[in-house]
């Protein structure tokens, strides 16, 4: 049917340009315009379809420092505390900082980039953002289910945090050896001279007895009963969590004007407190003299690899969420850059202020500084817990300590939690217009997330946690990240998306320009060859060791079960592959062409380019009536919008 002229608003002109000859049609769909509810038309004729939801206004960030700050929070987390500084000395010291910043050059900068680009680009958060290459949206479903499990056990480290931190307003400390509980271990020798090996300091009988309960459990089969002061701290990470997203980012983001800048405050104090201390030079020099012949080592190169994915959140939606917020026009190749280059160079002037206190311990316990440095949460919870007791005014470094660590845990936890929430608002947008479904939404999330959460502050909660912290962001995440790169580089066109970043920049500067050649070349051929070795070694890896927490060793069921939820993450790729095949029409090879052709409403699904458009659509361009026929396949091309009110 002849379909009446649209009205000339900035939308429905940007939309006619790209569907009207000015651009090569997507999806194999015949050029047309999709019509809007308020179009007047001079026909009886029904509309052939059913009429778009309207455009919901997003938001956008306050001010340019609140995404900066954001992002450097969501990447500045406890990986930076605890994780770099074991793994740099566990793989040769200083030597480690090569393969670290190699694989930050090749791989983190430019995935980095890649994320914030697309979500820039199409405003939208994870899963609706793969309108520009429908084959790949399981890649967002994906997205969707590690940032899950991620938030799962991640709430629980502030949870331990908030126990920490409460426990650190006693005067004597509950884990020294000025504590009347603790005078008979620390008389016997436990502490202060070198038959401590083999026998538990009274940091680790606080961890593990008094936070854990551990000891009253025999592994992942027995949880025992929930502790209840760690389920309190529990709900009330969960309630500030809450509070600070209840309204989206125009809250969170004036949060982070706390939580991302304190932690640099207490890094700086501690390192200035840790160099007057005695035997702190011999932790630096731990930390950074290289062990070259550990260059030849897989495992080197692999741990740099993961601690680039863990530290700059890469993968998991939060970045191309928090980027969807952005205006268009926003430099985002800069922020790339300074993003990157910052949190890691926090990672590396962390370790001095912790390997100064570390080396100050082994001082003190006249043991070499790689016996009281250990990995995962014991180095946050038992080490330096056990450092900050020997510092004169011991109360106040502890409760600044601690009081970091929960900054650190809740800004991750916001970039996490946006990654869930603005995918599930992009595809219901009714509840982004009503701010009290929105608010029954998020309190309804965060309960569901604290009730599954309850497992983890069981006795035997700490085996469950350290499943679900191997395998979530394991092998899963590697292969989302994959197709990934391959699918905006092969399907999508890796010069395509260069040219969208180049638009988005408007006036871009000639060295912008030349920078993305190099990220075109990562994009092309390095990052898929190190992505691939990197996931071989893991399989290899995962093959040949046992997954264990101390002593306790995983049994094969454990580590099917966690092998299962890796492999649920990277599955959603093939099976929301096949279904956007079945969806269209032809041949089997002309149906994978039309499922990695952009949706009709990719190049205008961002409401904040309408300002851009308009200066360069003219209506002179739209003159004359014209007439498109509507074929059904340009209404399936809709689905990805209207798929939640139907």
Partial sequence: KPLSQPQNSPHNLLESVHLNGHSTPSNGYSPGITPTPQQPSDSSAPFPGPPPAAVVERDQWGGKYEFLLSCIGYCVGLGNVWRFPYLCYRN???????????????????????????GQYGSAGPIMVW???????????????????????????????????????????????????NALICSNGTVGNSSMEGRHSPTEIF???????????????????????????LLAAWIII??????????????????????????????????????????????????WSR???????????????????????????????????????????????????????????????????????GVPVGKVADTGPGLA??????????????????????????????????????????AVLDEFPNLRRNTFHKALFLGTLCFVFYLMGLLLVTDGGIYWFTLIDSFSTSFGLIIITLFMCIGISFFYGVNQFCQDIIDMICHCPPWCSK??????????????????????????????????????????????????MGATCCLQIPIWAIVAISRETGSLKERFKKSIRPLNSWRVNNSNRAAISEEQVEPEQMEAPYTVTLTDMDFTAMTWEMGSDA
């Fill in 515 to 564: 920078v993305l050649i190099y990220f075109k070349a990562c994009w092309v051929f390095c990052t898929p060859f190190l992505l691939l070795f990197i996931l071989i070694y893991i399989f290899l890896e995962m093959y040949n060791t046992p997954l264990q927490y101390g002593s306790y060793v995983y049994p094969r069921w454990g580590k099917g079960l966690g092998v299962c």
């Fill in 381 to 422: 919870f038992v080490a330096y817990p056990e450092a900050l007791a020997l510092l004169p005014g011991s109360v106040f470094w502890s409760i600044m300590f601690f009081l970091m660590l929960f900054m650190l845990g809740v800004d991750t936890l916001f970039g996490n939690m946006e990654g869930i929430t603005t």
């Fill in 207 to 233: 961890w593990n007895e008094k936070v854990l309960g551990v000891v009253n459990s025999e592994g992942l089969h027995d949880p025992g009963p929930v502790r209840w002061p760690l389920a309190l701290c």
């Fill in 295 to 365: 260059l030849a080592n897989a495992q080197v190169w692999n741990d740099a690899a993961s601690q680039i994915f863990y530290s700059l959140g890469i993968g998991v939606g939060g970045l191309l969420s928090m980027a969807s917020y952005n205006k268009f026009d926003n430099n985002v190749i800069r922020d790339t850059i300074v993003i990157t280059v910052g949190n890691c160079s926090t990672s590396f002037f962390a370790g001095f202020a912790i390997f100064s206190i570390l080396g100050h311990m082994a001082w003190r316990k």
């Fill in 131 to 181: 309108k520009c290459c429908p084959l790949l949206k399981g890649i967002g479903i994906g997205m969707l289910c590690v940032s899950t499990l991620v938030c799962l056990y991640y709430n629980v480290i502030i949870a331990w945090t908030f126990y920490y931190l409460g426990s650190s307003f006693q005067s004597p400390l509950p884990w020294s050896c000025d504590a009347l509980s």
């Fill in 242 to 291: 809450f509070l600070c997203m209840l309204k989206g980012i125009r809250s969170s983001g004036k949060v982070v004007y706390v939580t991302a800048t304190f932690p640099y405050f207490v890094l700086i104090v501690l390192i200035i407190r840790g160099a007057t201390l005695e035997g702190s030079l011999q932790g630096v020099a731990f930390y950074l003299t290289p062990d």
């Fill in 92 to 118: 040769g010291g200083g030597v480690f900082l090569i393969p670290y910043f190699i694989m930050l050059f090749v791989t983190g900068v430019p995935l980095f980039l890649m994320e914030l680009s697309l």
